[in-house]
């Protein structure tokens, strides 16, 4: 991406509005606004402006907004144009600022500029994205703490907390006849110590926002005919998918996004797992399998009034081992009884009706336990999976620094992981990141964003 070039977009949603927004951002943008408004727009005012063609003929009336270098969203020359939200107008005039001489912009080039003129950092950043997207208001809440530099502010402090042990140690090994000395051992062991339990807060708090941001995935899994179907009406609270006493009825993957305390439950309805010679149904299955290996957490869905240990067996083995497991023992009110959850070593089970609705309650509970989720977003940001990646990797150097401090003789490498540990840091807010990264990062915002 040039970051030398005016670029042009529409920054409305398509479609027809009362008001359509054209944004426009380059190096210099005084002549380029005589060509479209016939004069220089006074900086930072609301300007009622014509919008004008190349032959100086009107094209629409407007509100003209000028925003100079440096104190603009770009950090450039900003000009936004807000006229009439009917498509064919946008077009004209958005066309209008390409023939002026912009060009149209990529997706997400305006925020990319302001990332590289230093207005925010790369956190901040996606940020915009995920406020964009955010499905619930908790979401959009915690994707403003990151814009705001809430999450940024955290990998800021463990970075000086770094650079701090980092000066002391490199000091000693790179001045030794200045007698800074033989450094103690116990207060690098203690800071290490202080690190790491920042480490781990903020690691537990980007898992939470990452929830948050992205929702659980859930599949709803088992044979032909347990009721899964009508546990996903229950859990919509609304008839989405055909609830028949036929086996195999569902032969296609549905899905439903529901909230559950302000996290969204991406639920998916399966076909039933069995051994089948209907090439439909088939089919179904197929695509039932493709849906537990990409899911979050399995709901395995089981008919208690006829349930076999020995089918059960037989029908269990697809579910990966890794993937976070609820057993529910449905249609209870067959057979009398009453709704719960028992807690097993390594597994849940929840007793319920999906007709009824009895013990639904407990099933939303539980998946909400499952995945992690503490009830509260106080103090919550968001944060995606390269973050979590970058922690882990950050995590990782530290634990490998830790080793070395036994021995004054490898303080070299002790400094070597902690630096390593910096830059992984370091690549979460941007300071150090591959050009790769940054294209693949915009290039999911939408196009005048």
């Known amino acids: 991406m040039a970051n030398s070039d005016t670029i042009a977009a529409i920054a409305t949603p398509p479609g027809r509005g009362g008001i359509g927004v054209i944004r426009i951002s380059g190096a210099d943008l005084?002549?380029?606004?005589?060509?479209?408004?016939?004069?220089?727009?006074?900086?930072?005012?609301?300007?009622?402006?014509?919008?004008?063609?190349?032959?100086?003929?009107?094209?629409?009336?407007?509100?003209?907004?000028?925003?100079?270098?440096?104190?603009?969203?770009?950090?450039?020359?900003?000009?936004?144009?807000?006229?009439?939200?009917?498509?064919?107008?946008?077009?004209?005039?958005?066309?209008?600022?390409l023939i002026a001489g912009a060009r149209l912009a990529q997706p997400g080039e305006f925020t990319l500029r302001a990332y590289l003129n230093n207005k925010i950092d790369l956190i901040q950043a996606e940020s915009v994205a995920d406020l964009i997207e955010a499905n619930t208001y908790e979401a959009a809440r915690c994707a403003t703490n990151s814009l705001r530099g809430d999450f940024s502010k955290k990998i800021e402090g463990l970075v000086n907390m770094l650079t701090e042990l980092r000066m002391f140690i490199e000091a000693t090994i790179n001045?030794?006849?200045?007698?800074?000395?033989?450094?103690?051992?116990?207060?690098?062991?203690?800071?290490?110590?202080?690190?790491?339990?920042?480490?781990?807060?903020?690691?537990?708090?980007?898992?939470?926002?990452?929830?948050?941001?992205?929702?659980?995935r859930i599949v709803l899994a088992g044979e032909p005919n347990v009721g899964k179907s009508s546990l996903l009406n229950q859990l919509a609270e609304d008839d989405v998918a055909i609830v028949t006493e036929i086996p195999g009825t569902t032969r296609d993957v549905i899905e439903r996004t529901i909230t559950i305390e302000g996290i969204a439950i991406h639920i998916i309805d399966t076909a039933g797992l069995r051994e089948t010679s209907d090439i439909v149904e088939r089919?179904?299955?197929?695509?039932?399998?493709?849906?537990?290996?990409?899911?979050?957490?399995?709901?395995?869905?089981?008919?208690?009034?006829?349930?076999?240990?020995?089918?059960?067996?037989?029908?269990?083995?697809?579910?990966?081992?890794?993937?976070?497991?609820?057993?529910?023992?449905?249609?209870?009110?067959?057979?009398?009884?009453?709704?719960?959850?028992?807690?097993?070593?390594?597994?849940?089970?929840?007793n319920?009706?999906?007709?009824?609705?009895?013990?639904?309650?407990?099933?939303?509970?539980?998946?909400?336990?499952?995945?992690?989720?503490?009830?509260?977003?106080?103090?919550?940001?968001?944060?995606r999976q390269r973050h979590l990646e970058a922690l882990t990797m950050a995590q990782a150097h530290l634990n490998s620094a830790r080793t070395f401090i036994?021995?004054?003789?490898?303080?070299?490498l002790l400094a070597e992981d902690l630096r390593l540990s910096q830059l992984a840091l370091s690549s979460i807010t941007g300071e150090f990141t591959a050009d790769d990264l940054l294209g693949e990062i915009f290039s999911h915002f939408c196009i005048g964003k």
């Open 30 to 97: 005084k002549d380029f606004s005589k060509t479209l408004l016939g004069k220089s727009p006074i900086p930072r005012q609301a300007m009622l402006q014509s919008f004008l063609d190349a032959e100086g003929r009107v094209i629409d009336q407007g509100i003209a907004l000028f925003f100079p270098a440096p104190y603009s969203y770009t950090g450039e020359d900003v000009l936004e144009l807000q006229g009439h939200g009917g498509p064919a107008i946008q077009s004209l005039l958005l066309n209008q600022c």
């Open 175 to 216: 001045f030794p006849e200045d007698n800074i000395g033989d450094l103690p051992l116990s207060p690098i062991e203690e800071k290490l110590r202080q690190i790491d339990t920042q480490f781990k807060q903020i690691f537990q708090t980007a898992q939470q926002g990452k929830i948050l941001k992205e929702g659980i």
């Open 283 to 350: 089919k179904g299955i197929e695509r039932t399998h493709a849906a537990i290996k990409n899911a979050h957490m399995i709901v395995w869905v089981m008919d208690i009034s006829q349930r076999s240990p020995s089918t059960e067996a037989e029908t269990m083995y697809s579910i990966p081992a890794d993937i976070p497991r609820i057993t529910v023992h449905n249609k209870i009110d067959l057979i009398n009884e009453s709704a719960r959850i028992k807690q097993h070593s390594n597994s849940t089970t929840v």
């Open 352 to 383: 319920l009706s999906a007709k009824t609705g009895a013990g639904i309650d407990l099933l939303r509970k539980e998946i909400l336990a499952i995945s992690g989720w503490r009830h509260s977003t106080e103090g919550l940001f968001t944060a």
């Open 406 to 412: 036994a021995h004054e003789s490898q303080l070299e």
